[in-house]
């Protein structure tokens, strides 16, 4: 069997995937989401409305970077007060990284006009930049921080539950300031950009679990250790219709493994009753192994 190593991550690639991560959320935001009044929450969600609010007393409205470090610098002060310096490292520098990411990249409308692309494929982009960010262990600071803070006097909410509320409230005022349909659509890329984030910090490489129940457990299971190369457990478990006592195999093969675990099973007991379910990962020997 083939072992799978992942090494523990060097600081040198946690800092290479912030600075990915915040570029390509910042090129998101600027040239997806704010071209066609995308809010999908968060600091960058405020600093869109901002943007969009003072056209009529500042040519081109108060840029995204500075409206994203102007938010953040004083809920940062605080928490450097009430969790110090080593909460807030990695989540100071991405959000530093993220305000010159928006200075830096140009101000070219990607999608012009269209939601459903701007949903779609700017989704994509932000569920990619938030899961690097997230696994280098860091933030952009936004409306998260503030979910932190809030915790510690709301503690009978989670920092998720706090973080819905914020964000679903941003979310609202957008849908007032540029209508009900970009709205609509920042909600379709809020659910996209969650879907990849989670696919990306659970990892992709899906394996299959399989409950088989048969009396010829112990044959089933040796062929498989044999021919699969596969460990298999063995679970005691009652059959409330029948009362008898039955063993449950249990047993996690990869997904082109799991037709030959069928055909084996089949193969040895024609009346066996099989289980299969999806695994999002699997850490141990014959899959992933964390060196």
């Given at each position: 069997?083939n072992k799978v ?13 912030i600075?990915?991560?915040t ?6 935001i600027?040239?997806?989401?704010d071209?066609?009044g995308l809010?999908?929450g968060g ?8 943007k969009?609010?003072?056209e009529?007393?500042y040519?081109?409205?108060i ?11 004083p809920?940062f ?6 969790k110090?310096k080593r909460?807030i ?9 993220l ?5 830096v990249i ?5 999608v012009?006009?269209d939601?459903?692309l701007?949903?779609i494929?700017?989704g994509v982009l932000?569920g990619v930049?938030?899961?690097?960010i997230?696994?280098?262990e860091?933030?952009t ?8 803070l809030m915790?510690?006097w709301?503690?009978h909410y989670?920092v998720a539950?706090?973080m819905?509320?914020?964000?679903g409230?941003?979310?609202?005022v957008?849908?007032?300031v540029f209508g009900?349909?970009p709205?609509m659509?920042a909600i379709?890329?809020i659910f996209?950009?969650s879907?990849?984030?989670?696919n ?5 490489k899906f394996s299959k ?6 009396d010829s457990?112990?044959?089933i299971?040796?062929?498989?250790m ?11 478990a ?5 009362g008898?006592?039955?063993?449950v195999?249990y047993?996690?093969?990869?997904k082109?493994e799991i037709?030959r ?8 007991d024609k ?11 699997v ?9």
């Amino acid at each position: 069997m083939n072992k799978v190593s992942v090494n523990k991550r060097n600081p040198v690639v946690l800092y290479l995937a912030i600075i990915a991560g915040t570029g390509v959320l910042a090129f998101a935001i600027k040239c997806i989401f704010d071209p066609v009044g995308l809010v999908t929450g968060g600091f960058t969600g405020i600093a869109i409305l901002l943007k969009k609010l003072t056209e009529f007393f500042y040519a081109g409205g108060i840029p995204l970077w500075f409206a994203n470090l102007a938010l953040n610098i004083p809920f940062f002060i605080i928490a450097l007060w009430l969790k110090g310096k080593r909460f807030i490292w990695r989540t100071g520098f991405a959000t530093a990284l993220l305000s010159v990411w928006l200075y830096v990249i140009p101000e070219i409308d990607f999608v012009d006009g269209d939601y459903i692309l701007a949903a779609i494929f700017g989704g994509v982009l932000v569920g990619v930049a938030m899961g690097m960010i997230l696994w280098a262990e860091a933030t952009t600071g936004g409306t998260e921080m503030v979910a932190v803070l809030m915790q510690g006097w709301l503690r009978h909410y989670s920092v998720a539950q706090i973080m819905q509320v914020l964000d679903g409230l941003i979310v609202i005022v957008g849908m007032y300031v540029f209508g009900l349909r970009p709205s609509m659509y920042a909600i379709v890329a809020i659910f996209i950009s969650s879907k990849v984030m989670d696919n990306i910090l659970e990892g992709v490489k899906f394996s299959k679990a399989a409950y088989i129940i048969t009396d010829s457990y112990e044959e089933i299971a040796k062929r498989v250790m044999e021919e699969l190369e596969r460990g298999v457990t063995g679970m005691e478990a009652h059959g409330m219709y029948s009362g008898d006592k039955k063993c449950v195999l249990y047993c996690v093969v990869s997904k082109k493994e799991i037709v030959r675990l069928k055909e084996l099973v089949h193969q040895v007991d024609k009346d066996a009753f099989v289980v299969v379910g999806d695994v999002r990962e699997v850490l141990g020997e014959g899959f992933v192994y964390y060196a």
